[in-house]
């Protein structure tokens, strides 16, 4: 549905060029719902912006659904963006219309009967839970129900492509789940394709099936969630999984100093995936190997259907019977980091 091709985008303040995208090639299946998360500053606000060439690319180009967005014309441009909607974090819903007239907007140049708009309008303001709210103003609603209306309006064109910038980053974290919830819905009974901008890594697992990470507006690795948040081969990446995880705590705690390891102690941290969240691990190898295993922390969650989780411990033992126990981990698919240890 959507490809980009060596992509790049500069801009010049003053006698400074910035390069917010460099070089950026991927693409986005029809039907899928697609993550691109980075710190702020990354590029991928205006990474999304090239997509709908709402930003022109410096050089490189943008195709979608096997049109070459960069080659046409300003009315065809025009007229090929009715299919892409687009939500902000800030909703730019206008505050002197009500909610209906918000949703009417896009269609408002077209020529369609008022009755007809009005009709589609409520449809689609039944669609998102809204219906009762169609004569209030924006000042009115939450920062949720306000979404849910430019979420409404980004729909009014019979979109196959909604791109979001950072839609959640201004809601709590019970309403952003609901917020989720909607697009999940809108992706499989319309089978729209969703491009999710975020700096927010739940966001990611919780709602994507792809994820590309940039950095200083570079493309540095993408693939499917689990795999990427699984097995991160970035520093960003790492940086991501760890800060939403307690295991991050372990590195915090071996760079402290603090902790004062024995003879043949060992800090360490397991990390699985699948079935390995649901075997004995650390009892086998215990059993097995004769070690102690005191556990600091521990973390398991879900990124789509698959489980994800880790274990964080100081592990005691000969250094012989603790290579066997890594070996017989490290067979089962388990990532194994000795982050301090103290041999005998």
Partial sequence: MIRLSHVSKSFTRGKERIDAVRDVSLEINDGEIFGVIGFSGAGKSTLVRCINLLERPTSGTVEVGGLELTALSPARLREVRRGMGMIFQHFNLMPSRTVLENVIFPLQYR???????????RG???????EGRAAAYPSELSGGQKQRVAIARALATDPKILLCDEATSALDPTTTQEILALLRSLNADLGLTIVVITHEMAVVK?????????????LVEQGPVLKVFSS??????????????NLSKADLLAASGTLSLRPDERLVRFSYTGPGVSEPLISTITARYGLVMNILFADVELIGDSPIG???GILTGPTERVEGAFAYLRERNVRVEVLQECKS
């Avoid at 020529?111 to 309008?121: D, S, T």
Wanted: proline share 4%; hydrophobic share 40%; with cysteine.
């Fill in 111 to 121: 020529k369609i009967p008022r009755e007809q708009m009005e009709q589609k309008a």
């Fill in 124 to 130: 689609l303001l039944r669609r998102v839970d809204l």
């Fill in 206 to 218: 919780s709602i994507c099936s792809r994820v590309a990470v940039m950095e200083q507006g570079r």
């Fill in 232 to 245: 991160p081969r970035e520093k960003v990446t790492r940086d991501f999984v760890g800060a939403a995880s």
């Fill in 310 to 312: 880790g274990t964080v």
